[in-house]
């Protein structure tokens, strides 16, 4: 199993509610009072029960950048064709 965690709130995701063995990825990003990172999910004890966590920081930000400037390039040439072909 694969649970993608994109909820909105630091923590929230704990380690008995995650099926064990399951894929999680963090794509949240919070900042906390002590200035520290933090994703949705509460590594420590989500780290116990899954195969793979990605980290927050260091985990999928860098890939969520990728895609919003693919996407925004996309998006791009799909208006200059579309200017082009009503020009």
């Given amino acids: 199993d694969v649970l993608v965690v994109a909820a ?8 008995d509610m995650v099926k064990p063995g399951a894929v999680v ?3 949240g990003i919070h900042r906390q009072t002590d200035g520290a990172l933090c994703g949705d ?6 780290s116990r029960v899954a195969s793979a966590i ?9 890939m969520t ?11 791009s040439e ?9 020009a």
Avoid: W
């Avoid at 909105?8 to 380690?15: A, D, E, F, R, T």
């Avoid at 999910?41 to 989500?46: I, P, R």
């Avoid at 950048?65 to 998006?75: D, G, K, P, V």
């Fill in 8 to 15: 909105g709130k630091p923590k929230m995701i704990l380690g």
């Fill in 25 to 27: 990825i963090d794509v």
């Fill in 41 to 46: 999910v509460d590594y420590e004890s989500v």
């Fill in 54 to 62: 990605s980290p927050v920081p260091g985990g999928v930000g860098p």
């Fill in 65 to 75: 950048i990728a895609m919003l400037l693919m996407n925004t390039i996309e998006a």
């Fill in 78 to 86: 799909q208006q200059i064709k579309h200017e082009n072909r009503h």
